[in-house]
């Protein structure tokens, strides 16, 4: 199957600092890509919908200006996480869709905020 | 708005023992996809099926099954002869054609006991 690299897998960075988080699709071309956040024990829940060239489409409750999303390519997506907090730790999930409905989830990314 | 219910928090069975992980769904779609994800401690994200909504067919993979009922909106999976390694959060989870976006349900943390 297709392959979904996020980076990187794990951070920890200091309060009031920004965080990078890179989700690229190796081996195809991803329209659309989508941002999850996971905290321990609990379901994924959607964050934004990233499309290639435009703005991101952010879920209810998600604060864009804190949590910037970029799709500068067809294969590359870029959460950052601005002034972090504590409570921004978190497990971070991006998936790529294909063009055939089928989406391929990265690795993760374990954001420790301290 | 579409969502997925898995009303089982926590299951434990005994090793060799069948497992049934239930999942109801709500969509007013008519063209949707139901997915299944196994999530082990590492965190990555295991795809394990998807079935959209003209493909009532029970599947059969290795020990896993799933029964899909539209009657009843339910997509539930079924682990046949259970072993320590199938120990893990289950996810199911619905996208609608609308939108591409997957929303998953509240997950199933499954115990499998030597």
């Known amino acids: 199957g297709a392959v979904v690299s996020q980076h990187p897998s794990w951070v920890i960075c200091k309060s009031g600092t920004s965080v990078k988080i890179e989700c690229r699709s190796l081996?195809?071309?991803?329209?659309?890509m989508f941002w999850y956040r996971q905290f321990p024990k609990q379901s994924l829940m959607l964050m934004a919908t990233?499309?290639?060239?435009?703005?991101?489409?952010?879920e209810q409750g998600v604060e864009k200006d804190k949590f910037l999303i970029n799709h500068a390519s067809l294969t590359l997506s870029t959460l950052t996480v601005t002034s972090a907090h504590p409570e921004d730790s978190s497990f971070y999930i991006c998936?790529?869709?294909?063009?055939?409905?089928?989406?391929?989830f990265g690795q993760g990314t374990r954001l420790t905020v301290v | 708005a579409q969502k997925v219910t898995q009303a089982q928090t926590e299951i434990s069975v005994v090793e060799k023992e069948d497992v049934t992980l239930d999942c109801v769904y709500e969509?007013?779609?008519?063209?949707?996809?139901l997915f299944w994800y196994k999530q082990p401690p590492s965190g990555e994200l295991v795809f394990l099926i998807r079935?959209?909504?003209?493909?009532?067919q029970n599947e059969i993979s290795g020990r896993y099954s799933w029964n899909f009922q539209k009657s009843t909106s339910s997509f539930n999976f079924t682990i046949t002869a259970s072993q320590v390694v199938d120990s893990a959060v289950y996810f199911c989870?619905?996208?609608?054609?609308?939108?591409?976006?997957?929303?998953f349900g509240k997950g199933t943390r499954l115990h499998i006991l030597p």
């Open positions: 998936s790529a869709l294909t063009g055939a409905v089928e989406a391929f």
């Open positions: 969509t007013r779609d008519t063209t949707y996809y």
């Open positions: 079935r959209n909504s003209f493909d009532e």
């Open positions: 989870a619905l996208s609608e054609e609308r939108d591409d976006k997957i929303i």
């Open positions: 081996d195809f071309q991803a329209t659309t």
């Open positions: 990233s499309n290639e060239g435009s703005k991101a489409t952010y």
